[in-house]
């Protein structure tokens, strides 16, 4: 997959660049960050040369994981916004799954939203994707909310389903569906009736 950028009214998606070690090498000493996402704890400089230098191209270059960088239009990190798990992307499935963080400075802005929202767009629209997921371990009431506020329809609890800093963690989860959006996908899907 070639990398793309996505504007926003007040934000710049882009992926990784070396240039933005530093950024993501600060953002990620929140331990907020670390409590919810699967980012090496504690945060090294040398994973976020990394992740910038290495694992965001090499997602970009496999189509495995499309990470975007969300700046401001002065360059100010705000956080991180993407799609994981892309693999099945390619296939009938046509599914994966968002995730995303944002710097401590920057939350309560509404821009995890706004980034979210350009790319849960792009990967209806250009990828042909016909079901986003989202999963949080239990307690990531943010993560919910900006899910929520995207329009994911809450589907319940895994239990045990992550291994997180050397314990089992049960996870939320959520899926995102273009007709949820008011569009259709290419698979005909007839849903579940809810039961008597």
């Known amino acids: 997959m070639e990398p793309v950028t996505l504007r926003t009214e007040r934000l710049h998606l882009r992926p990784f660049e070396q240039r933005d070690a530093e950024a993501v090498f600060a953002a990620?000493?929140?331990t907020e960050i670390a409590r919810w996402t699967t980012v090496p704890y504690p945060y090294a400089r040398k994973h976020a040369e990394d992740f910038v230098v290495n694992i965001g191209p090499a997602g970009w270059r496999d189509a495995t994981l499309y990470t975007f960088g969300a700046f401001t239009p002065d360059g100010t990190l705000v956080g991180s916004t993407g799609l994981v798990n892309t693999a099945?992307?390619?296939t009938s499935d046509r599914t994966a799954?968002?995730?995303?963080?944002?710097?401590?400075?920057?939350?309560?802005?509404?821009?995890?939203v706004e980034a979210a929202r350009a790319v849960v767009?792009?990967?209806?629209t250009s990828l042909g994707a016909e079901r986003l997921e989202w999963y949080?371990?239990?307690g990531n009431e943010a993560s919910r909310a900006v899910?929520?506020?995207?329009g994911f329809v809450m589907e319940g609890v895994h239990r045990a389903r992550t291994v997180h800093r050397g314990?089992?963690?049960?996870?939320?989860?959520a899926s995102l569906l273009p007709s949820d959006w008011g569009r259709s996908g290419r698979t005909p899907y007839t849903a579940t009736p809810p039961p008597p």
């Open 28 to 30: 990620c000493q929140d």
């Open 88 to 90: 099945k992307l390619y």
């Open 97 to 112: 799954e968002l995730g995303y963080w944002t710097v401590r400075e920057q939350r309560g802005r509404g821009y995890t």
């Open 121 to 124: 767009d792009w990967a209806f």
């Open 136 to 138: 949080a371990h239990v």
């Open 147 to 150: 899910a929520r506020r995207l």
């Open 167 to 173: 314990e089992r963690r049960d996870d939320w989860s």
